[in-house]
């Protein structure tokens, strides 16, 4: 049986985790006065204050801050084991905004919880993993079970790109040691019955692009037909992107050949599962879903170039729009791009597609904000497969599920870079409806607690292989 029960989480973390709930620490790409704020920082406290009072060996707790930088939470155990090395623990504390009006009776910084659910913005991405790393540690001192040296890293930034996380990183290289094993505990599940670990992740590339026909506003019915549209010329640039027909991204550069065994693991996880990309979705009545099959929906999720547009200026709400034809139109595009495709390829390509002969000779001007690089997971030894396996089973009854995710998280490919020979495992808690960035966030209390269980049995078994 799980050594962690719900009731032991719920009397450990859950009232503490509602508490963090409430702190509006929105990520500085969507709170440009976030340090004046201060809600970062509140965050930042909260939980190092909560670390503070585990109840571990010896342990020490520490709030690193950079100027100009957002914070990252420490938590440094040390080693109860003979074994070297250090396992790392990432997760994130800053937070996306509400994006809208929640359902009635939500809000997103005021938790609710509903049976074995929580509804709150940033619990489930990625506010839990900072409790569930102690309370698994936690877990394995008080059985007398043996760990090697590990070190939770809470970081602020991941929601803008982690920015500052390189920074952080080479601040506490010497801190961290010879990491042999990565948890990371911001990754999502297919289902809620078994362990989930990611293989792969795409990257993403945030633009903004502006079209800009005049100076200021006209009458639409003295200016249209003479001056170009600069919506309209917005439409043809999309179009060099994305097929409007299709949704296929246009531009070589940012597709990849998939690797054989993804394309296998994608049919074997719909032949066992169904539509899992497409049945999670919200879609209105009648809407023909893209893809063929299932599993192809499955690989244009994890492995496909994308194109998103998240972010519109230069338009009216519509109770203040006048007869006027605009003098610009500006979108922010969010591009998700398969492993393997570097920044300097993707920003070029990008660039070179939106700025090359613009239409009608309009002033388009391209900015990125960010990119996070893709990521696939290295092949696993031995003993951490087993340890997988093991940890699925005995906190789920399930064996462990593997599969792609279509999000980036930018820690991965930063820490593969910095740590070749690593192991990861990129596991987490964002399941069907867990509504991760949109409305209704929602954490699921019996898989969160079954992950923690599960990151305790690979710490465990971490500590003892050789």
């Known amino acids: 049986m799980s050594p962690i029960t719900l009731q032991q989480f719920e009397a450990s973390a859950l009232a503490d985790m509602i508490e963090f709930g409430r702190i509006d620490a929105i990520s500085p790409s969507y709170d440009p006065d ?7 920082d509140a965050a930042a406290d909260f939980m190092a204050q909560w670390a503070s009072q585990r109840s571990l060996a010896s342990f020490e707790v520490s709030i690193r801050r950079i100027a100009g930088r957002t914070p990252v939470v420490t938590v440094t155990v040390d080693s109860t084991s003979p074994a ?17 009006d929640w359902s009635e009776g939500l809000s997103p910084f005021d938790p609710v919880r509903r049976g074995d659910r929580v509804y709150a913005r940033g619990l489930a991405d990625d506010g ?32 803008s790109g982690s920015p500052d996380l390189e920074v952080h990183l080479e601040d506490l290289a010497d801190e961290l040691g010879d990491v042999e094993l990565l948890l990371c505990l911001d990754s999502g599940a297919l289902t809620y019955d078994r362990l989930w670990v990611t293989t792969s992740l795409r990257g993403n590339l945030v633009a903004r692009v502006r079209v ?36 296929r ?38 809407l023909t879903l893209m893809g063929e099959s299932p599993a192809e929906r499955l690989l244009q999720r994890t492995w496909a170039p994308t194109l998103s547009v998240t972010g519109v200026g230069g338009i009216p709400e519509m109770t203040s729009a006048g007869n006027v034809l605009r003098p610009f139109t500006e979108l922010v595009l969010s591009l998700r791009v398969p492993p393997g495709v570097t920044e300097e390829v993707a920003t070029s390509a990008v660039r070179r597609a939106l700025l090359d002969n613009p239409p009608h000779g309009a002033r388009v001007r391209v900015e990125f904000d960010s990119y996070a690089e893709g990521w696939v997971m290295p092949e696993l030894a031995p003993w951490l497969a087993t340890a997988i396996d093991s940890a699925s089973r005995d906190a789920c009854g399930e064996p462990p599920g593997f599969c792609g995710e279509g999000g980036s998280i930018p820690f991965l490919a ?15 808690v964002l399941g069907p409806g867990s509504n991760a960035h949109g409305i209704d966030e929602m954490l699921d209390l019996p898989l969160t607690v079954a992950v923690t269980n599960a990151i305790g049995t690979v710490i465990a078994a971490h500590a003892t292989h050789q």
């Not at 976030?34 to 970062?40: A, L, M, P, Q, Y």
């Not at 070297?84 to 809208?100: E, F, I, S, W």
């Not at 936690?138 to 939770?152: N, Q, T």
Request: net charge negative; hydrophobic share 40%; glycine share 10%.
């Open 128 to 159: 839990y993993a900072m409790f569930s790393s102690l309370l698994a540690l936690e877990d394995l001192e008080s059985r007398g079970v043996p760990h090697a040296r590990c070190v939770v890293l809470i970081e602020a930034s991941e929601e």
């Open 212 to 247: 800009d026909v005049l100076n200021y506003g006209q009458h639409s019915g003295s200016a249209s037909g003479v001056v170009p549209s600069s919506f309209r010329i917005m439409r043809q640039l999309l179009d060099r992107l994305e097929d409007s027909g299709t949704g």
């Open 414 to 428: 930063v820490l593969a870079e910095r740590f070749p020979k690593v192991q990861f495992v990129a596991t987490g």
């Open 34 to 40: 976030w340090e004046h704020r201060g809600r970062i």
């Open 84 to 100: 070297r090395g250090t396992v790392l623990l990432y997760g994130h504390l800053d937070k996306q905004p509400p994006l809208g």
């Open 249 to 286: 991204v246009r531009v070589p550069e940012l597709h990849v050949e998939i690797p054989v065994s993804h394309r296998r693991a994608a049919e074997a996880v719909t032949a066992e599962f169904g539509d899992v990309a497409g049945d999670e979705q919200p879609v209105v009545e009648g």
